[in-house]
């Protein structure tokens, strides 16, 4: 009887041993693609090892495409143009891609596996995005669910931001998290200021990220964050503006009016900032603050529904309804949104009854 | 020279009995999760189709091999169902090496269940009945073979069925899953009439 679970147990494993031979073989022939040659915009030429994602090949040479899902294909973020040698449309990729850019050969990059050389065309200002080793010097609480990080540039030391533009920051793992991944904030700090970066963090119920950072994150703690990525920043115009933010769509706004202060700007900017209730609102001494610095800008605090004994005196309602107390017509101004996809639907239609016309409506959605 | 003959002329009698009379899926119902999940449309179903062929008819050689060779002189037959599996499962890591280099979109297409071929109980149920049926080495690749293309035409034909569905109404309770099983069943039916054409 021992003797045949002996046998057994010998038989198996060297069947199993044979087998995983055969296959890490078979692997290295079937599945080595060997160097291929990445042309960037033709212009820059990379020798890259063939087989993985182009997502992750780029973040390899150090250029970093922006996702928000950490390459599963769940975002659609990290879209880059493919002109040679991509192979075709993934079922993965469809659902993101829109008939232009099927057309014009748009791909997921975290999707698209390096087979042989490609040509590739990514905008240009990706090239100025870089990954920033910090520390994490201070951490205060703003109301009871968000919190602001300040980080300081330890290598690079120093950041080329646009008031508005947003960072990743990657988020180890830790007990409950066993994949490394990135999450998007805006920066809440003086572009001027461009030795370290502040972010203004909500805490998400299970978010991955959010968990992390209010819960295992200390002072003096390493952290590692690339950008900045992002389009959302001021037009060049002198129009009117509209700002509607809610939780942590604060922070790019206060970039915003640090910018503004900066360049002593005499735009006009109404700034709608609403939350549930009284204890949701945050920074309101910083807005005082720029309110008399600036001399055009309003700051109006929304609450949609303020326990009694707070004492709220301020507007009350949707922030929606407040700037539709607030405007008749608002044809010849333009909106900045920050916040919850729901959020900026509503506000969106707002605006646009109130005629503002849709290219002049920005907005940085939270994902 | 003979006896090689015969055993040919059996071999190719059981392969079509395995795709006709015997079909693995419509007559004995193994394989049935990724007959139904699959199936939306003739090009995936096609390719699936093509990998359960191959891994079938491989698999059924490789196991003969192991039983023939391995098992029955040591007296541990009863421990084939593991051993099948381990060399399934080998194989079909084989098999979605070769279809992700070779072909991408289809590598896709078919996701989760390119590795779970490894589970489909038709693969280990043909290895299984070569066994049980005493079947030699050549019978035993025409049956493996038969069986394959059995299960890629069942599969196939759903295929095609549902993609004229598309456009049919179909009542709202029997959608998806619910029809397809009708469907099955009526192509199980259908299949009744070649009993008896092959021995």
Not at chain 1, 73 to 86: A, F, H, I, P, Y
Not at chain 2, 57 to 69: H, S
Request: glycine residues 10%; charged residues 15%; hydrophobic residues 45%.
């Amino acid at each position: 009887m021992v003797i045949e679970i002996f046998t057994l147990v010998l038989i198996v494993s060297t069947i199993a041993a044979a087998l995983a031979a055969l296959l890490v073989v078979s692997e290295h022939f079937i599945s080595n693609y060997g160097p291929c040659q990445l042309t960037i915009n033709e212009e820059r030429k990379l020798t890259v090892q063939g087989g993985r994602s182009l997502l992750s090949t780029l973040q390899e040479q150090k250029i970093f495409i922006p996702s928000a899902c950490g390459g599963r294909g769940t975002c659609g973020v990290c879209k880059v143009k493919v002109l040679d040698g991509g192979g075709a449309v993934l079922p993965t990729e469809t659902p993101f891609l829109t008939k232009e850019d099927l057309q014009e050969g748009v791909r997921l990059s975290c999707q698209v596996k390096i087979r042989k050389d490609m040509a590739i065309e990514i905008p240009r200002a990706l090239f100025q995005i870089r990954q920033f080793k910090c520390r994490c010097s201070r951490i205060e609480d703003l109301t009871y669910d968000m919190k602001r990080f300040h980080f300081e540039l330890v290598n690079p030391d120093t950041i080329q931001f646009v008031a508005g533009q947003y960072v990743q920051l990657k988020c180890p793992k830790y007990k409950g998290n066993n994949e490394e991944v990135y999450r998007a904030y805006s920066i809440a700090s003086d572009p001027k200021e461009n030795q370290a970066i502040d972010l203004i963090i909500r805490r998400a119920p299970k978010g991955i990220c959010t968990t992390w950072c209010f819960d295992y994150l200390k002072e003096g703690d390493p952290v590692e964050i690339t950008g900045p990525y992002g389009e959302f920043h001021l037009s060049d115009t002198q129009a009117p503006m509209v700002f509607v933010a809610g939780g942590s769509g604060m922070a790019p706004f206060v970039s915003i009016l640090w910018h503004m202060k900066n360049t002593a700007s005499k735009r006009e900017a109404v700034y709608f900032f609403g939350g549930n209730s009284a204890r949701d609102l945050c920074l309101s001494e910083q807005m005082e603050q720029f309110s008399r610095d600036l001399p055009t800008f309003t700051f109006v605090p929304v609450v949609a529904k303020p326990e009694p004994e707070s004492g709220w005196k301020g507007q009350t309602g949707l922030v929606t309804e407040a700037v539709s107390r607030h405007y008749k017509d608002l044809s010849g101004h333009e909106g900045y949104l920050c916040g919850s996809p729901g959020m900026i639907d509503a506000a969106i239609a707002v605006f646009e009854g109130l005629g503002m016309t849709a290219g002049k409506i920005y907005y940085d959605k939270f994902v | 020279m003979n006896s090689l003959g015969a055993e040919i002329w059996q071999a190719v009698v059981v392969c079509f009995a395995a795709v006709f009379t015997n079909n693995i899926l419509l007559s004995y119902f193994l394989g049935m999760c990724p007959f139904t999940a699959v199936s939306r449309e003739v090009r995936t179903a096609g390719g699936l189709g093509a990998a359960v062929v191959f891994v079938m008819t491989f698999t059924c050689i490789l196991n003969w091999m192991a039983y023939r060779y391995v098992l029955v002189p040591l007296h541990l037959e009863f421990f084939r169902f593991i051993l099948f599996i381990i060399i399934i499962a080998a194989f079909v890591q084989l098999v979605e090496m070769l279809i992700d280099r070779f072909s991408p979109a289809l590598y896709q297409s078919l996701g989760i269940f390119l590795p779970l071929i490894t589970v489909n109980c038709a693969i280990l149920g043909a290895s299984l009945f070569m066994i049980i049926r005493e079947y030699s080495l050549i019978v035993t690749i025409g049956y493996g073979f038969g069986s394959g293309v059995g299960w890629l035409l069942a599969i196939l034909a759903m295929a095609g069925i549902r993609q004229r569905f598309n456009e049919s109404r179909v009542p709202e309770g029997l959608r998806g899953p619910g029809i397809t099983l009708i469907i099955a069943g009526l192509m199980a039916l259908a299949f009744i009439g070649f009993t008896g054409v092959l021995s």
